[in-house]
């Protein structure tokens, strides 16, 4: 399998989890203090291989430091980390100017392009999910469970630290900050490779990241960028199996699927975000209509938006009129089966959908709607074309809502409530890494929980096993 890994060029998602492919992106012009970010074209295979061990090296031995850390210096840190990013505000917008210049130009979705862009609102916003990061708990240390047991062993199993966590990623600048603080926090360090599209606003974030470490007294090569090696550097951090811990794809199907299939370093799956809403029998038409409008239209271009609604045929009659006029009103395609065409406001075209609608994560103001006869069928619509991010119900029948939550296998599932909740911070997680949509390990949104694993302590006093 060949899969281009530039995420910019390589994904049409989120990412989370999602730079679409019309992107394809060459860097140009550099702000003053930001680094290149291209390789040069001469560079070998095994020039990049080995300048990217040696960035796992150097985390690796970063890693160990901020192992020992205490929460008291790694709060401090995360501190000094917010504040450089508001003092380097005019730096970074302008380094993100440059990428969003270049990516509206070559024809980037607005929605995507407005998940690129800084400003100074961003920025803050930004720097203080950093701050809030250090107000959480902090997870190293926590002893899961514990016992002496009948020969006199104390037995703990305590959350440490993974070491060394990778990240492939696409245009979201935000994602750099949000990697770098919950691998701060968590006592890991952190190896980035972002897309081409953010190269300048990524180039520049680290620079500030690394200034700010140091400052707090760690290594700077806790936060670490390979975006100076291209997609070849992306391959070989894909293959760092001993010096990189866990690696976390976060973007498109593509991209996600062949860190998957490529890596010899542990993956942690995030997915794509087909996610459905089902407006039951009987459910509150103006709460429902206000949850689809959330769900879809507040910001279309991430992976928790809804991409397709499915309503039971008792509720249609009453409910899509408005919700299609709402739809219209907010300038929503709708991609729709022929029931939903019949109901219609008058003059409303509706784009007649195919399964390739039902299928599509389509980070956009477009939506696939479905009329169906029943719960069952809605469930088996979900089973049958979900991605397993988000789906949500909005009804007034405590037993649909069970069914709904029991019968359906996703990594989070909302009951009367918006699919933009599937989020570390919305769930009061903080920033998060990304959606996981496997099972083992982690689920759902990622926050500093999931970015540690555990040790056994055994303590004895000259036990011996007989």
């Known amino acids: 399998m060949t899969v281009e890994l530039d995420p910019a060029t390589a994904t049409n998602t989120e990412t989370n989890t999602e730079t679409n492919t019309e992107t394809n992106a060459t860097t140009r012009g550099t702000p003053s203090g930001v680094a290149q970010s291209r390789p040069p074209q001469e560079q070998t295979d095994d020039g990049v291989r080995a300048a990217v061990l040696d960035v796992a090296r150097r985390a690796k031995v970063a890693s160990r430091v901020l192992a020992r850390a205490n929460r008291a210096t790694k709060d401090a840190a995360l501190h000094a980390l917010a504040d450089a990013l508001e003092s380097a505000r005019d730096e970074i917008i302008e380094a993100n100017g440059l990428d969003v210049a270049r990516e509206s130009a070559s024809g980037m979705k607005p929605s995507l392009v407005d998940r690129l862009r800084l400003d100074g609102d961003r920025i803050h916003?930004?720097?203080?999910?950093?701050?809030?990061?250090a107000a959480l708990p902090d997870p190293v240390g926590v002893v899961v469970r514990g016992s002496t047991l009948p020969n006199g062993l104390t037995v703990r199993q305590v959350r440490v630290p993974m070491g060394v966590v990778g990240m492939i990623y696409e245009a979201r600048p935000n994602v750099t900050v949000d990697a770098a603080g919950l691998a701060l926090k968590s006592g890991n360090a952190v190896i980035l490779r972002g897309g081409s599209a953010a190269a300048r606003s990524n180039a520049a974030i680290v620079a500030v990241l690394s200034r700010a470490l140091e400052g707090a007294g760690l290594p700077a090569d806790a936060v670490q960028s390979i975006d100076a090696y291209g997609r070849p550097g992306a391959r070989e951090l894909m293959r760092a199996r001993g010096f990189v811990d866990v690696l976390v794809p976060?973007?498109?199907?593509?991209?996600?699927?062949?860190?998957?299939?490529?890596?010899?370093?542990?993956?942690?799956?995030t997915g794509v975000g087909n996610c459905h809403l089902y407006v039951d029998a009987g459910a509150d038409v103006e709460q429902s209509v206000a949850i689809l409008m959330n769900s879809k239209t507040q910001r279309p271009g991430v992976c928790n938006a809804v991409e397709t609604l499915l309503v039971h045929a008792d509720a249609a009659g009453v409910f899509l009129p408005a919700a299609l006029a709402a739809l219209a009103s907010a300038d929503v395609v709708v991609h729709g089966d022929e029931a939903?065409?019949?109901?219609?406001p008058a003059g409303l075209a509706i784009v007649p959908a195919t399964d390739e609608d039902w299928a599509r994560e389509y980070l956009s103001l477009d939506l696939a709607v479905r009329v169906v006869p029943d719960l069952d069928a809605a469930l088996e619509h979900i089973r049958t074309w979900t991605s397993g991010h988000t789906e949500a119900i909005c009804t007034r029948d405590l037993g649909a809502a069970q069914r709904f939550t029991t019968e359906l296998d996703s990594a989070a599932i909302m009951v009367n409530a918006s699919t933009r909740f599937t989020d570390g911070g919305q769930l009061g997680l903080g920033a998060e890494i990304g959606i996981s949509t496997q099972?083992?390990?982690?689920?759902g949104p990622m926050g500093l929980v999931e970015l540690t694993t555990t040790t056994w302590i055994v303590q004895g006093d000259g036990h011996v096993r007989p």
């Open 250 to 269: 976060r973007g498109g199907a593509d991209l996600i699927q062949t860190v998957v299939t490529e890596s010899t370093v542990p993956v942690i799956e």
């Open 340 to 344: 939903t065409a019949r109901l219609a």
């Open 439 to 443: 099972k083992l390990h982690a689920r």
């Open 125 to 133: 916003a930004i720097a203080d999910a950093l701050r809030e990061l």
